[in-house]
């Protein structure tokens, strides 16, 4: 910050960030809407389109690629502006309301709704599953009976013709994966001994031997691993069989709902521990003395385990942004208080509007960036959800944040960092496919030159919007106005909106961008109604945007007769 203390002067509206903030606020609902269209994409997301495209895969990537990184950026702006304006304590009062209180009653109210759609959804799928594959399930007797446990039938239905190795159309798994899966050890050995080949992965690249370890089923895991399982195999969420050994809870939990395998957690926590005894043992890493630790080393693991539950469990949902920004305003508090102490000023604008920026803004973020390998990212920062923030993500967001709060200390009228945003946004669209591509490599040099194209074009992109929305949306318009108002609220609330609008669209046989659009659309206009009748006249929108402070007239636009009143009085 330039100064420790809050500036008198007068400080306009910035008509064109307001604008920008709602736009990334309502590209969320775009994003959002584009899941359900993207093949495989797994148990996160309740509806999988019947015309998935990857196309919108990438356009997921370029959205995520920069969108939260400006909405950020925009708050850090509005958060200094706000200390300037009125000081700390108000600062800080202020956010708890517009936040705090808001993320707090959503965990009530919409994190519950949305759970309760995503659930009835996979109720209704089970339900209609059952109902119109009844007829199938008779004909391939062999996928019921290795789900079922029945190995009589498996040997009647299996004969020469069958393709021991074939993946279940609406299953995505062999007869060895069900198996497997349901811990049916006698029906494992059958179709092993029948030529069942364990080295066969599905779509998600699990192979049998993944989803053994996951549920912890034991038997059937030494069975595969005798037989010649891979053991480093990595799926689609970066896991190896050993790494499934170590899923949380909750997960397990709400997999074997989906896929209808009884679970108890005592059992599969043991199955789990034998598994990757076998498996390190398999590897060759496994000892007899770390075998015997393993009751020493059991409290450590469990630690290890709750904390791992804590950053994993999907508390917040699409709230998480709120309880990001709860740390950063306590970290700008913090800031500022230790600013009050010295007298050294900070160079704002050298640091955000010239050329210096990218010398520190583009490293420092392409260095978290690349960090979170681990976490499943291919384009973009990883997601963190869970009550305790992922280190790396926080920090990633932390940069944009401090950036907008150093940026309006720049007092930037001449829109220097914004004066280039035609080609900012050009290089953005040279920089994305490279990005996307090299994020997707294993190999050191390419990974990280993958994050720092990444973060290039994350930093470009937002420099360009800035650019392109002073330039055409600087000034009031009361559209702009009143859709800046309702963006938050839509944002908080359209989940559990969007997903029943995919599910009614999921089965149409139509363009998937058609499909897309509409979904988008409806989603939008039933929004843009429910911010009307439930939020605009009423307290919520105190709550989410304060109230709105009437204006007074001047004395020239008061009714004549009110005018009059003085020269009548005078007259007399």
């Known amino acids: 910050m330039s100064q420790s203390t809050p500036s ?20 969320g609902i775009v994003l959002h809407g584009a899941l359900s269209f993207i093949p495989a994409i797994g148990e996160g997301w309740a509806v999988n389109d019947t015309q998935a495209s990857p196309g919108f895969g990438v356009l997921l990537a370029a959205i995520h690629g920069f969108r939260m990184q400006l909405f950020f950026l925009i708050s850090g702006f509005f958060t200094a502006m706000l200390w300037r304006k009125r000081g700390l304590r108000p600062l800080l009062w202020h956010r708890f309301k517009r936040i705090f209180m808001p993320l707090v009653l959503g965990m009530f109210t919409v994190i519950p709704a949305m759970w309760a759609v995503s659930i009835g959804i996979g109720m209704a799928d089970a339900n209609e599953e059952k109902a119109s594959n009844q007829a199938q399930r008779k004909a391939t007797d062999a996928w019921t009976a290795a789900a079922s446990g029945d190995l009589e039938v498996l040997k009647r239905s299996i004969n020469t013709e069958t393709d021991l190795d074939g993946l279940h159309p609406t299953w995505n798994s062999t007869l060895l994966m069900v198996a497997a899966l349901h811990d049916h050890p006698e029906l494992v050995a059958e179709l092993l001994e029948r030529g069942a080949s364990p080295k066969i992965a599905n779509s998600r690249n699990d192979t049998a031997l993944h989803l053994a370890a996951f549920f912890g089923s034991a038997e059937s895991a030494a069975l595969l691993i005798d037989a010649g399982a891979p053991l480093g195999t990595v799926n689609q969420d970066g896991s190896t069989p050993l790494k499934n050994t170590q899923a949380a809870w909750w997960l397990t939990k709400m997999v074997a709902g989906m896929v209808e ?10 199955g789990r521990h034998i598994i990757a005894e076998q498996i390190q043992e398999a590897m060759g890493t496994a000892g007899p003395e770390s075998v015997a630790s393993q009751a020493a080393q059991s409290p450590g693991q469990t630690r290890a385990s ?18 990001f920004l709860c740390w950063m305003v306590l970290g700008f508090a913090v800031l ?35 960090s979170m390998v681990e976490l499943g990212n291919v384009f973009g920062p990883a ?13 990633y967001y932390a940069v944009f944040f401090g950036f907008g709060a150093l940026y309006f200390d720049a007092h930037d009228d001449e829109s220097r960092l914004t004066k280039f945003w035609p080609a900012m946004l050009a290089i953005s669209a040279v920089l994305f ?17 993958g994050a720092f194209c990444q973060a290039a074009y994350a930093w470009l992109m937002c420099f360009g919007f800035m650019g392109l929305f002073r330039a055409f949306f600087g000034k009031q318009n009361k559209a702009m106005r009143y859709l ?3 963006s938050y609220w839509m944002y908080l609330v359209h989940i559990p909106l969007i997903i029943p609008v995919q599910f009614w669209v999921r089965d149409w046989n139509m363009n998937p961008i058609l ?23 009423t307290p919520i929108r105190w709550l989410l945007n304060g109230r709105v402070k009437r204006q007074t007239r001047p004395a020239s636009e008061e009714p004549i007769e009110a005018r009059l009143v003085p020269l009548v009085k005078a007259g007399n």
């Open 383 to 395: 997601t963190s959800i869970g009550i305790v923030p992922i280190f790396s993500v926080l920090a």
């Open 433 to 449: 496919p490279i990005g996307l591509t090299l994020g997707r490599s294993q190999e050191p040099i390419p990974h990280w030159l």
């Open 336 to 370: 500022v208080g230790l600013a009050s102490h010295t007298r050294r000023p900070m160079p704002a604008k050298r640091l955000t509007t010239s050329a210096v920026r990218y010398l520190w803004c583009i490293p420092a973020t392409a260095a978290l960036q690349g």
């Open 515 to 537: 499909k897309f659009l509409i979904v988008c659309s409806v989603t939008f206009v039933i929004l843009l109604i429910s911010y009307q009748i439930l939020c605009r006249h």
């Open 8 to 27: 008198a002067g007068f400080i306009p509206r910035r008509h064109d960030l307001d604008a920008l903030r709602a736009i990334a606020m309502l590209l």
């Open 484 to 486: 800046s108002d309702a």
């Open 261 to 270: 395998r009884p679970v108890k957690q005592e059992t599969v926590e043991k």
């Open 306 to 323: 709750a904390w791992k539950t804590l950053k994993e469990f999907p508390l917040f949902g699409h709230l998480w942004f709120l309880y």
